[in-house]
């Protein structure tokens, strides 16, 4: 009996950190599906779309400084020149907002 309860507490663990990586990875591909052409690849956009659009780059103080709550509110809502991103869930958008404070 022991055998089964600790197989299947092993079996939910590997379920749990499978799901938490799958989150992870489902943050960098929204950010390059939907992010990237205008933010770049690592977080800094092309000096031609910064200056026209006025994106800074995630080294910026200003941008280190957003929370993952504030990100998220400006996907959602849009700021300035950027306009809310449509067609993601509550969680890709969190997902997409932690994903962004990861790049340097």
């Known amino acids: 009996m022991t055998k089964m309860i600790r197989s299947q507490i092993v079996l939910a663990a590997v379920v749990l950190l499978a799901g938490a990586v ?18 770049g690849v690592t977080g800094t956009p092309n000096p ?24 998220t ?5 849009g700021k300035g020149k950027m306009k809310p ?4 869930t509550d969680a890709q958008v ?4 932690e994903y962004f404070k990861t790049l340097k």
């Not at 991103?85 to 993601?88: C, P, T, V």
Request: charged letters at 20%; glycine letters at 6%; proline letters at 4%.
């Open 22 to 39: 799958s989150f992870a990875d489902d943050g960098a591909a929204t950010y390059k599906a939907k992010c990237q052409m205008c933010h």
């Open 48 to 71: 031609v779309l910064a200056h026209n659009m006025g994106i800074k780059p995630v080294s910026d103080p200003l941008i280190k400084s957003l929370t993952v709550d504030q990100i």
């Open 73 to 77: 509110a400006v996907v959602k809502s």
């Open 85 to 88: 991103i449509a067609g993601l």
């Open 94 to 97: 969190k997902a997409v907002a």
